[in-house]
């Protein structure tokens, strides 16, 4: 049991350029959710699935694309990327069996754009 | 909307004293408060919540927090300080529904030898 994994844990880009992060979890939970951590700004989030093939807005949508064709994976996207989305990138996933769910988190994906 | 604040950036204290780490909260219905810690270059680990009964819950590696509805605060507490303590804590709560966690910005606990 893997838990939350994701795909790549480090990435450099150069602005305009487009990437896809990768988020799987073998935990068979309903909800998946991508945050962004900054210095200072605590986690925000991104996107968010409440289940397979349905995804919503959550604190910080701009520059983002999400999808979630299979239930254990979540992807996020950036189209054309820019300095301001240079972050540290988290995943997290939470089965659905109530508001006291815990939310399990991915390792962490560290994103440069230059 | 449901908020989180957590007041302090940063706490320092000596290893073997006692730690408090503080953390309000803000929701239109029954709070669903969470810690996690995050050590340096990894991801968020769980530490402990409250969903409701008593309000003094236990969680991992000796934390404890004590909720106190009519302060609407959640504070992390630990009654003696390891170095190994040492990371960024997050309170987060959810009130109703599907809604995400929300997070607080973090307070960096530094616990000296």
């Known amino acids: 049991n893997a838990g939350v994994t994701q795909t790549p844990k480090f990435r450099v880009l150069k602005t305009g350029q487009s990437m896809t992060l990768l988020c799987a979890q073998d935990?068979?939970?309903?909800?998946m959710y991508w945050y962004r951590q900054d210095p200072g700004m605590g986690l925000r989030l991104i996107h968010y699935?409440?289940?397979?093939?349905?995804?919503a807005k959550g604190e910080v949508p701009d520059g983002y694309n999400v999808s979630r064709l299979k239930k254990q994976n979540f992807l996020l996207g950036l189209e054309s990327a820019a300095p301001s989305q240079t972050s540290v990138y988290f995943c997290?996933?939470?089965?659905?069996?109530?508001?006291?769910?815990?939310?399990?988190f991915g390792p962490g994906t560290r994103l440069t754009v230059l | 909307a449901q908020s989180v604040a957590q007041p302090e950036d940063q706490v320092n204290v000596a290893e073997g004293n006692p730690l408090t780490v503080k953390c309000t909260y803000s929701?239109?219905?029954?709070?669903?408060l969470f810690w996690y810690v995050q050590y340096p270059n990894r991801g968020l680990q769980f530490l402990l919540k409250?969903?409701?009964?008593?309000?003094l819950v236990k969680g991992s590696y000796g934390f404890e927090a004590e909720f106190n509805k009519s302060q609407t605060s959640f504070h992390l507490k630990k009654p003696s300080a390891l170095v190994s303590d040492s990371a960024l804590y997050f309170c987060?709560?959810?009130?109703?529904?599907?809604?995400?966690?929300?997070f607080g910005k973090g307070t960096r606990l530094s616990v000296i030898a």
């Open positions: 997290a996933s939470r089965i659905d069996r109530g508001r006291g769910d815990t939310q399990y």
């Open positions: 935990m068979n939970h309903e909800y």
């Open positions: 699935s409440v289940g397979e093939g349905t995804t």
């Open positions: 929701v239109s219905g029954n709070p669903y």
């Open positions: 409250y969903i409701t009964g008593d309000n």
């Open positions: 987060a709560v959810r009130d109703s529904g599907n809604t995400p966690l929300v």
